[in-house]
């Protein structure tokens, strides 16, 4: 074959709300040629899955397609009949998606998942299409793949669904396969795994992809040709060695200098202090009781051990970052810190023991805040933003000479947000807008410790960078201590003094940022982590719009 | 407020239930003053008189206007109806948040009772309430109330639950926030919506229940123009004059189909999150 | 399923029927009425009236009272009517067999309804199809059952002439005469719960239409009609299991109002008659039957949902 395998051209689409039109797609031209794979890079909004669901035909009832052609093989998309369709689906085109725990059907065993797309495009009989799953499932390093085949998805690791779903989508040797940030929902070990079998299946097969992420470090290793959309407009589309290295569009370059690097360190050495700020020692945090069957059946082992035996310490104006998979024991740990779990051991803050939440007096409560993930949460949705950052202040007193209005205002200057936002509720803000608020009532209380569960997770990386920066600022002001919690490898390597890898419960390992790179670590779960860890594909360095100084 | 206000009506359930329910109130408030003619007022020769110009809904079996019943009874159903959904929303909801809060051995104790209580169901309850307590609108209101509590609770309880939960209880907590802060302050403002729509929902069965005691002898008692009780008087004319039993039957329907669209509507309207963006 | 779960369910069954007894014997404790001057009227001698008591047992504590009274429940024994003197038990069971063949082909036609009407709306929501069946539902479910059946009675019994209006036949007796019968009650119960049965389902199946895996599904090139029926109707219908149990106190309710209007002689019936007697021994054994038939169905339907769910073995 010599054309491209898909082609994209001067395709238009808008989604009607109500009476006005919200241009989704602008003139999208991207084609990908026989076994290439391209990665499509943009934040939320800018119209990636739209294109996705466009060239699947799945659209939403309100989208609207202004213009444009869309072909697979020279065949036209937009004007196949629905039996066409039916047919191409699943076989020359398919798709792989985000969460695969959403994407399996819960009540179907594995096996007729994977054997019905054979029955349906290969014409093979059940029998058949069963023994050739095994081997497809066998195809994909799955282990025991005829038992794998009679089991139910919540029997599953979210690693081995994904590699379900992959050999679906390569049941029947498509000719181009659309991947929607197939790694986002897995950890970084399963989703290293994943990009390795995918890599491998791709050589194998010669399949054409069009690779869709947020994450630009990631598709730059994934990818042989990257594009990059801003708000429905494809702004830049170049080889992937260079998109680091040499950035053409001005959005590019932000979004490049927006990436985590962890060859770039945005932080200073703290102030040596001799008394540490903080010392945990033998923290212990376990969950659930046993209920009254289960105790008649003698089985009191319900509980289970959420974190065990955590020791650490931390200096005044330290940031230390604690990294791990979900169930690693990281959000446990800043739970127990601000008494929202019960926990075993001890917590000595500033020369006081605490052993239990109870003990901790309204000194530590000011001393110590916390900002969680999800802004949308963590606000209450029905008090003004006004309101809840006056709670902070009426709780642990003003700044003399301060009026609560005045501090209130001043606090969302700090934040760099427009102080008539006092009188607004959280819906009406952006994420990072929230995000804002959520720590400026944090600093709000003077804290000397500010505990920080994964604030910039559900942020797309322009704004994880204002934030990251907004709080690198706060501290340089106020001299105050993070524990940053975060799965992101790179981005704490930017910003923490020390690391604390956590797995499983245990904390495995405490490195010295710094010189990790000069000396490696030493667990070889820490190892495995930073091996799977996809940096930035980088010839040089590039230069750094954000403040810190390395 | 006008924001919810203004999304209820903008949804087709929303309005059209407003506009029942406004027309409902207006029965209520007037519903004596704008009656054609005395509830009461007895006629030989206007018996068994079908809807007409005269007596738009026709007439009963005593020559009273079933037009002017309607309107005057208007305010012993759905006054009670309301009353007995209000007081079972305000206890479930207390208790619900409670049991919420709490947990524990308190919660689980207070949800198996209150299990118990549901698998009788409503109606038999009402009964073995008013057959105890005697046969009176009061005890039927009693009746209802008590009927109520447990599915009020478990509402209440589950929405509060998942409130609960959310980070920004969390961050009241770490906060230093006390306990009545937490639940009167945080908490309640945000689990009062979804509980008044079930509430809204739930006053359509008390006013069918209420309809159904009293159809069956146990609520309202005659004369009073109760709209159940209507029906089941007559039914002893029903051939002769079907609509002395159609007219009350629709008045209760019309009002309950009210609740339901009003309810439904305020769930959409009262969401903080359907807003704007 | 494991066995512990199983006991957990079983202890929740027998704890809640422990918590209704409690509750029916207490509260027809309250009955001001004098039990004794029910059953002999007001005419009868203070002697008279203090053999009986001593004989009813009604000079003991109330709580010696109960444990007599849940002993012989337990065995089956629910003591003698006050009206006629016969067993409670025995007559109540003759009317609760009537009852259920009620609530059986009552609880039968609404799934055969209300199922597909959900079905429909849900596959096509937003359309004419899907508005008139929510606009029904909405009629349906505000319709009290005595508006119902008068509603039916008018136009079959007396317009059309069709069916008779009220009276039992005994299906094994007179079988079409039975079924006759037995048409508009039927139709009565099972409206208001076809309703709701309906909006629930088609509010589970729309959701369940909306995840993931049934785009998945079509994304796979699988055909419309294998979507609906393999992979998304199984997952919609689940919930519908715990609605129809939950409503069952609705259809018990349903049938006491139905059997009184259309002279069916059911546990209704007697109920009610029982109410405006205040025989006190019909009216508990009643209540604690209808609770017991409630917590049965739920039982078994939260087992048939931990069967059917692979994701729930134990809760």
Not at chain 1, 86 to 115: C, K, W, Y
Not at chain 1, 209 to 223: E, G, K
Not at chain 3, 149 to 178: C, H, K, M
Request: a positive charge.
């Amino acid at each position: 074959m010599t054309g491209p395998v898909l082609e994209i051209e001067r395709y238009t689409l808008d989604y009607q709300t109500g009476r006005s039109t919200l241009r989704v797609l602008d003139d999208i031209s991207l084609d990908i040629s026989a076994g290439e794979v391209v990665g499509l890079v943009g934040e939320s909004g800018s119209g990636k899955s739209s294109l996705a669901w466009a060239i699947m035909r799945h659209l939403a009832g309100n989208a609207r397609e202004r213009g444009g052609q869309l072909r697979l093989d020279g065949e036209d998309l937009r004007g196949l009949s629905s039996s066409r369709l039916q047919a191409l689906r699943g076989s020359r085109l398919a798709m792989i998606f985000q969460d695969p725990s959403a994407a399996l059907n819960p009540t179907l065993s594995i096996g007729e998942q994977v054997a019905e797309v054979l029955v349906r495009h290969q014409g093979l009989s059940l029998r058949e299409a069963w023994a050739r799953g095994v081997a497809l499932l066998g195809g994909v390093e799955l282990k025991s793949p005829e038992a794998m085949m009679r089991r139910y998805p919540h029997e599953l690791s979210g690693g081995e669904k994904q590699r379900v779903l992959i050999s679906t989508a390569f049941a029947c040797r498509p000719r181009c396969l659309i991947f929607d940030e197939p790694t986002t929902a897995l950890d970084v070990i399963s989703a290293a795994q994943i990009l390795a079998l995918f890599t491998r299946l791709r050589e194998e097969t010669g399949v054409s992809a069009l690779y869709i992420s947020h994450d630009l470090a990631l598709v730059s290793r994934v990818a042989d040709r990257v594009a990059i959309l801003e708000r429905g407009r494809l702004v830049e589309s170049a080889p992937a060695a260079t998109i680091f290295s040499a950035p053409a569009h001005e959005y590019t370059r932000r979004l490049v200098s927006a990436v985590p690097d962890p060859a770039r360190r945005l932080i200073d050495q703290p102030p040596a202090s001799a008394t540490a700020l903080l010392e945990i020692h033998k923290l212990g945090v376990s969950y659930g009781r046993p209920g009254f069957v289960d105790r008649l059946f003698g089985r009191a082992s319900e509980t289970t051990q959420a974190l065990r035996e955590l020791t650490m310490t931390l200096s005044p104006a330290e940031v230390v970052g604690v990294v791990g998979e979900s169930g690693s024991g990281k959000s446990s740990l800043a739970k127990a810190l601000v008494g929202l779990t019960p926990f075993a051991g001890e917590i000595r803050f500033e020369g006081r023991v605490l052993s239990n939440a109870a003990g901790m007096n309204r000194a530590y409560r000011r001393q110590v805040q916390m900002v969680f993930q999800h802004p949308d949460a963590s606000l209450n949705p029905r008090q003004r933003i006004g309101e809840q950052l006056a709670r902070p202040l009426r709780l642990y007193g003003l700044a003399p000479g301060e009026s609560e209005k005045h501090a209130v205002a001043r606090w969302l200057e700090e934040v760099r947000l427009p102080a008539e936002f006092a009188s607004r509720y959280p819906h009406e803000l952006s994420g990072g807008q929230k995000q804002r608020v959520a720590i400026a009532r944090a600093f709000a209380a003077r804290p000397a410790l500010v505990i920080c569960d994964e604030i910039t997770a559900a942020l797309d990386v322009s704004v994880q960078a204002t934030v990251i920066e907004l709080l690198l600022e706060l501290r340089k002001r106020h001299g105050t201590a993070y524990l940053f919690i975060t799965h992101d490898l790179n981005l704490v390597r930017q910003i923490a003094h020390r690391i604390a890898v956590m797995y499983r419960g245990d904390l495995v390992e405490m490195i010295d940022a710094a010189t990790l790179d000069a000396r490696g670590a030493s667990h070889p779960y820490t190892r495995a982590l930073l091996e799977a860890v996809p940096r930035p594909l980088r010839g040089h360095p590039a230069p750094s719009s954000l403040q810190g100084t390395p | 407020m006008p924001d919810s206000l203004k999304r209820l009506l903008r949804s087709p359930q929303g309005m059209i239930g407003a506009v029942i329910l406004l027309a409902c109130l207006v029965l209520v408030l007037l519903g004596p003053w704008l009656a054609p003619y005395d509830h009461q007022a007895l006629s030989i020769t206007e018996r068994y008189r079908p809807p007409g110009a005269e007596h738009w809904l026709g007439t009963d079996q005593l020559g009273r206007d079933i037009a002017s019943r309607i309107l005057v009874g208007a305010r012993a159903t759905i006054l009670l109806s309301l009353l007995a959904t209000g007081l079972a929303m305000l206890i479930g909801a207390m208790l619900g948040t409670a049991c919420a809060y709490l947990g524990g051995r308190f919660d689980e104790v207070m949800m198996r009772t209150m299990d118990a209580l549901m698998s009788i169901p409503s109606l038999l309850f009402a009964l073995l309430i008013v057959s105890t307590l005697g046969k009176s609108g009061m005890n039927a209101v009693l009746a209802i109330t008590v009927s109520f509590i447990p599915g009020m609770v478990r509402i209440a309880r589950s929405v509060a639950l998942a409130q609960r939960r959310q980070d920004y209880v969390g961050a009241a907590i770490a906060r230093g926030e006390s306990s009545l802060w937490i639940v009167s302050r945080e908490l309640l403002p945000n689990i009062a919506a979804p509980i008044i729509v079930e509430a809204t929902i739930r006053v359509a069965f008390a006013i069918m229940l209420f309809a159904t005691l009293s159809f069956l002898g146990l609520g309202a008692q005659p004369p009073a123009p109760e709209w159940g009780l209507m029906v089941a008087e007559a039914r002893g004319y029903f051939f002769q004059a079907p609509w002395m039993m159609l007219m009350p039957g629709l008045a209760i329907a019309l009002v309950a189909i009210g609740f339901n669209l009003l309810g439904d509507g305020l769930r959409d309207a009262l969401n903080p999150r359907s807003g704007e963006r | 399923m494991t066995p512990a779960y199983l006991l957990k369910r079983l202890l929740m069954v027998a704890y809640t029927l422990l918590v209704v007894s409690l509750l029916v014997f207490g509260i027809t404790q309250l009955l001001p009425a004098d039990a004794a001057v029910t059953i002999l009227g007001q005419s009868a001698t203070p002697e008279a009236l203090e053999a009986l008591r001593t004989r009813l047992g009604l000079d003991q504590p109330a709580w010696w009272q109960y444990a007599q009274w849940l002993g012989g429940v337990v065995q089956g024994d629910f003591g003698t009517s006050m009206r006629n003197g016969l067993p409670v038990g025995g007559t109540l069971a003759e009317a609760l067999g009537r009852s259920l063949v009620l609530a059986a082909c009552s609880l039968a036609l609404m799934l055969m309804v209300a199922i597909p009407l959900g079905v429909v709306a849900a596959v096509r929501r937003g359309r004419p199809s899907d508005l008139v069946v929510s606009a029904l539902s909405y009629v349906g479910v505000s319709l009290p059952e005595f508006v119902t059946a008068t509603l039916l009675l008018l136009l079959f019994a007396d317009v059309w002439n069709l069916l008779p209006a009220t009276g039992y036949v005994s299906l094994s007796e007179d079988f079409v005469g039975g079924v006759r019968h037995l048409i508009l009650p039927t139709l009565t119960v099972s409206l208001i719960m076809v309703a709701h049965v309906s909006r629930m389902v088609r509010s589970e199946l729309v959701d369940v239409l909306h995840t993931d895996y049934i785009r998945a599904a079509r994304l796979k090139g699988l055909s419309r009609r294998r979507v609906l029926l393999r992979h998304a109707l199984r997952n919609g219908l689940l919930p519908t299991i715990t609605i129809v149990a939950l409503d069952i106190g609705y259809l018990l309710g349903g049938i006491v109002v139905v059997e009184e209007i259309f002279a069916i002689p059911g546990i209704g019936r007697e109920l009610i008659s029982a109410v405006n007697a205040r025989d006190l021994p019909v009216i508990q054994a009643g209540v604690m039957i209808l609770a017991a038939t409630y917590c049965l169905v739920n039982f078994l339907a939260d087992l048939a949902y931990a069967y059917l769910d692979r994701r729930i073995q134990y809760a």
